[in-house]
T-cell receptor, first 112, second 112 residues
Framework: DAKTTQPNSMESNEEEPVHLPCNHS???????IHWYRQLPSQGPEYVIH???SNVNNRMASLAIAEDRKSSTLILHRATLRDAAVYYC?????????????FGTGTRLTIIP | KAGVTQTPRYLIKTRGQQVTLSCSPI?????VSWYQQTPGQGLQFLFE???????NKGNFPGRFSGRQFSNSRSEMNVSTLELGDSALYLC???????????FGSGTRLTVV
C-alpha cells in the first residue's frame, strides 16, 4: 500500500475550522483517499473518502490536490467531540483485498 | 441499528494460555476484519473474512487464527499467549461494495 505522511499532532480552538493535511506522493491512479478517526477508548470511525474531486458529507470535507499527491480533511467548526487521532489511508479499489493500512495519524487537540 | 459488537470487552490471561474473541458484525455485512492495536505498533491488520473464507491475512504468526460462521459472526483465536500479545483487538465489518468500515469498540486483552 502507498504510504501517507501526516503531522503527529495539531491543536485547534473550539468552534474554528480545522485543516488536517496528508501527503501521499506515491499515490497510484486507482488509490482512494480515506479518512478515519479514533476517539478515546473507541474503535476507528469512517469519516470520508474520495478519489479525485473534493467531497463533502455531514462530518467533514475532503479537499484533494489536483495532482492527488496531497489532501486535506476539513472540519468546518471543531467541537470538543472532534478531539481524536485522525488517520489518512490510501486504499486501492480492490474489493478482494479488504484491508486498511493505518499510519501513525494526527492527534487533534481541541482547545475550549 | 446495532453496531459491531465485540465480546468480551476486557480479558486477562496468563502467558501460555489461549484466548478466543468474538465479533458480531452489523446485520447484512459479510466482510469482517480484525486488527491489533498496540502503543508501539499502532493499528495492524490481522485478517479478513468474507462468506466464511479468509481472503486476506496480515503479517502475524500462525498462533493467530480466525474463522467466520454462516451468520457472518467471527471469532479470532490466539494460542500460546505471549506478553507481547497484550493489545486492543478490533473487529470491523463492511457491506459488500461500500467503502467505509464500521469498527467495534474492541476487546482489551492483557497477558500476564
Amino acid at each position: 500500500d502507498a504510504k501517507t505522511t501526516q503531522p503527529n499532532s495539531m491543536e485547534s480552538n473550539e468552534e474554528e475550522p480545522v485543516h488536517l493535511p496528508c501527503n501521499h506522493s506515491t499515490i497510484s491512479g486507482t488509490d482512494y483517499i480515506h479518512w478515519y478517526r479514533q476517539l478515546p477508548s473507541q474503535g476507528p470511525e469512517y469519516v470520508i473518502h474520495g478519489l479525485t474531486s473534493n467531497v463533502n458529507n455531514r462530518m467533514a470535507s475532503l479537499a484533494i490536490a489536483e495532482d492527488r499527491k496531497s489532501s486535506t480533511l476539513i472540519l468546518h467548526r471543531a467541537t470538543l467531540r472532534d478531539a481524536a487521532v485522525y488517520y489518512c489511508i490510501l486504499r486501492d479499489l480492490d474489493f478482494g483485498n479488504e484491508k486498511l493500512t493505518f499510519g501513525t495519524g494526527t492527534r487533534l487537540t481541541i482547545i475550549p | 441499528k446495532a453496531g459491531v459488537t465485540q465480546t468480551p470487552r476486557y480479558l486477562i490471561k496468563t502467558r501460555g494460555q489461549q484466548v478466543t474473541l468474538s465479533c458480531s458484525p452489523i446485520s447484512g455485512h459479510r466482510s469482517v476484519s480484525w486488527y491489533q492495536q498496540t502503543p508501539g505498533q499502532g493499528l495492524q491488520f490481522l485478517f479478513e473474512y468474507f462468506s466464511e473464507t479468509q481472503r486476506n491475512k496480515g503479517n502475524f504468526p500462525g498462533r493467530f487464527s480466525g474463522r467466520q460462521f454462516s451468520n457472518s459472526r467471527s471469532e479470532m483465536n490466539v494460542s500460546t499467549l505471549e506478553l507481547g500479545d497484550s493489545a486492543l483487538y478490533l473487529c470491523a465489518s463492511k457491506l459488500t461494495g461500500s467503502y467505509g468500515y464500521t469498527f467495534g469498540s474492541g476487546t482489551r486483552l492483557t497477558v500476564v
